[in-house]
């Protein structure tokens, strides 16, 4: 099966811009999905697709891709958006298909 | 609004079976794959199937094959998850998600748009 890669964790400072990198085979074929979870919540769906927003998200969540590599980038960070972020694609292999979550980043607003 | 409410804490002995429920309101279940996921303590996300709510199809992480049994009733819009043959590293917080992508669809894209709060699952002897 596939395995995404993030990094464990990254900083930045308020107000400033961060992006949160995904790595993997399968996503040369599929895109990411990209979910924000702060501790003792459940996950929370903040891109999907090529570069989709569910309702309520902020527009400074965008996602893109090239290659075997999807990122994520906060515009803007506020105070509120430091939490776990988690990448997630359909495997490359199998059918039907099987879904795989990246390993997972700790952003860290200052 | 949609919410999916799960039932509650479950303590289990090494080698039981925990059976976890997850009842959706605010749209129509059987309109919409459902997938379970589980997170260990201080760990990340694992996905572990999925299931077709108007169809009863299901499809499971290779991990969890033979173990894992995912069931719904339309009657009362509850998705449920079965883990028999615990052990202590199935400790975890188990979560049912809705996927965005239509029952009719052939397969689900995959985007989890709606989460349950979570139900912990401890299995100690």
């Known amino acids: 099966s596939s395995e995404l890669t993030q990094d464990p964790a990254v900083s930045v400072a308020l107000g400033q811009t961060v992006r949160i990198t995904c790595q993997g085979d399968s996503l040369r074929s599929y895109y990411a999905s990209w979910y924000q979870q702060k501790p003792g919540q459940a996950p929370v769906l903040v891109i999907y697709?090529?570069?989709n927003r569910p309702s309520g998200i902020p527009d400074r969540f965008s996602g893109s891709s090239s290659g075997n590599t999807a990122s994520l980038t906060i515009t803007g960070a506020q105070a509120e958006d430091e939490a776990d972020y988690y990448c997630n694609s359909r495997d490359s292999s199998g059918n039907p298909p099987n879904y795989v979550f990246g390993t997972g980043t700790k952003v860290t607003v200052l | 609004q949609v919410q999916l409410v799960q039932s509650g804490a479950e303590v289990k002995k090494p080698g039981a079976s925990v059976k976890v429920s997850c009842k959706a309101s605010g749209y129509t279940f059987t309109g919409y794959y459902m997938h379970w996921v589980r997170q260990a303590p201080g760990q990340g996300l694992e996905w572990m199937g999925w299931?077709?709510?108007?169809?009863?199809?299901?499809n499971y992480a290779q991990k969890f094959q033979g173990r894992v049994t995912m069931t719904r009733d339309t009657s009362i819009s509850t998705a449920y998850m079965e883990l028999s043959r615990l052990r202590s590293d199935d400790t975890a917080v188990y979560y049912c998600?809705?996927?965005?992508?239509?029952?009719?669809?052939?397969?689900?894209?995959?985007?989890?748009?709606?989460w349950g709060q979570g139900t912990l699952v401890t299995v100690s002897s």
């Open positions: 299931i077709n709510p108007n169809s009863g199809g299901t």
């Open positions: 697709g090529k570069n």
């Open positions: 998600a809705r996927d965005r992508g239509y029952s009719s669809s052939w397969y689900p894209p995959g985007y989890f748009d709606y």
